[in-house]
């Protein structure tokens, strides 16, 4: 089980590190075109968003790496611990929801497509949510 465990997480990562490449590879492409990019209204300053969130998805992928060789985060399936992280998998959710969301306004912001109301709105809808779980969590565990 104890492999099985591992394989997952090494896999997300996988999938973290992907991305960040991907944005990576975006921003070098933006860079070099940011001249003959008339759709995007800040073409100029761009690449600087899509380097910032690759670089940001490669720390989650080396993070969560480092979580497969964690002994303390890998658990067998029979165990009553087990049940409690099924239960966890709903905030990791709302987690990677969080940060895909922040990403694509930080995104937005950098292209010149968000006007400064709807960045505001949007951001404080994000601190809500933030907090909500944030009170979720420590209640829940209180309760534990």
């Known amino acids: 089980m104890k492999a099985s465990v591992e394989k997952k997480y090494k896999a997300v990562s996988a999938v973290w590190a ?69 239960g966890k998998a709903g905030s990791l959710a709302f987690v990677v929801q969080t940060v895909f969301l922040s990403s694509a306004l930080f995104l937005l912001c950098f292209m010149g497509f968000a006007t400064a109301p709807v960045m505001i709105t949007l951001m404080c809808l994000i601190a809500v949510s933030v907090f909500v779980y944030l009170v979720l969590v420590l209640y829940y565990n209180q309760k534990m």
């Open 18 to 86: 992907v991305l960040g490449f991907l944005f990576l590879i975006g921003a070098l492409a933006m860079f070099l075109m940011r001249g003959s990019l008339p759709q995007i209204p800040r073409a100029d300053i761009a690449y600087i968003g899509f380097f910032i969130v690759g670089f940001v998805f490669l720390i989650v992928a080396v993070s969560v790496y480092c979580m497969a060789k964690d002994k303390t985060a890998v658990v067998e399936e029979n165990d009553e611990r087990a049940q409690m992280i099924s």
